[in-house]
């Protein structure tokens, strides 16, 4: 039997305990299980895989992404670059390695939606730990960013800085705050949506709803839009293949 779990506090709106089983059941993986682990303090993990032997692997969600890296023993330079860990191998002598799968996953949708037009630059809406993982996937594929906050600050600007002019210079948008997330739908980044066109690109790492006001203002300008739907995927997936290479 191999045992992979969550943790994170709290658990009960859990994407990643209904993806796996589900899986588990879609592809007849047979002999694995899946479990929620609702731990308020992180350095319980220490505990979670001593007293769990047939553990392989966990997934990390919210408050635990950088704590965690101190209980770990090795860190992919990915997790390292971004210092945030949502993925956990345990080896045979018990050893755990973090990884960032966020990353991947972001990295790999953003390709699929950009089709190869790579000479372009970037505006990253928010600051917080969901843009970590954005920006290193940027850097990798070599794009140009600038990062957005409500405050200005010496890497960023405010949305207030965002004037037309700028948006003809910066056609990939991304939006990494929670602003238009269910059940506050009604919220969206503040940009001169007019002087979007359809050679912007818009990415909201908001999956529910399905089209946020940023992706639909997005839309009737005709500009190519995508949620964080597929990068939530590519990201399990992702923990799945790093639990069994």
């Not at 704590?67 to 945030?84: C, F, M, N, T, W």
């Not at 390709?111 to 996937?137: H, I, N, R």
């Not at 359809?198 to 940023?214: A, C, G, I, K, R």
Request: aromatic share 10%; hydrophobic share 35%; with cysteine.
């Amino acid at each position: 039997m191999k045992k992979f779990g969550l943790i994170g506090f709290p658990l009960s709106h859990s994407f990643s305990k209904r993806y796996f089983s589900e899986k588990f059941k879609k592809e007849n993986i047979q002999g694995c299980t899946y479990d929620n682990f609702e731990i308020e303090n992180v350095s319980l993990i220490k505990s979670i895989v001593k007293d769990e032997p047939q553990l392989k692997g966990l997934n990390v969600t919210i408050p635990h992404k950088q704590e965690v890296i101190q209980y770990l023993d090795r860190l992919h330079p990915a997790a390292q670059k971004i210092g945030a860990v949502n993925v956990i191998s345990i080896d045979e002598e018990r050893k755990l390695t973090g990884y960032n799968s966020d990353y991947f996953g972001f990295q790999e949708s953003l390709k699929l939606l950009l089709k190869g037009d790579l000479e372009l630059k970037a505006l990253v809406l928010g600051t917080g730990g969901a843009s970590k993982a954005v920006l290193a996937a940027l850097d990798d594929l070599g794009i140009n960013y600038q990062q957005v906050s409500r405050i200005a600050s010496v890497n960023t600007i405010c949305y207030e800085d965002i004037t037309k002019t700028l948006l003809k210079e910066y056609r990939l948008l991304i939006n990494t705050t929670p602003l238009g997330m269910s059940p506050k739908v009604d919220t969206y980044p503040k940009l001169p949506y007019e002087a979007i066109g359809d050679s912007h690109y818009l990415y909201d790492l908001v999956y529910n709803p399905e089209t946020t006001l940023f992706l639909q203002k997005g839309l009737n300008q005709g500009a190519k839009v995508k949620n964080g739907l597929e990068m939530l995927h590519l990201q399990a997936e992702k923990a799945w293949e790093i639990w069994n290479q």
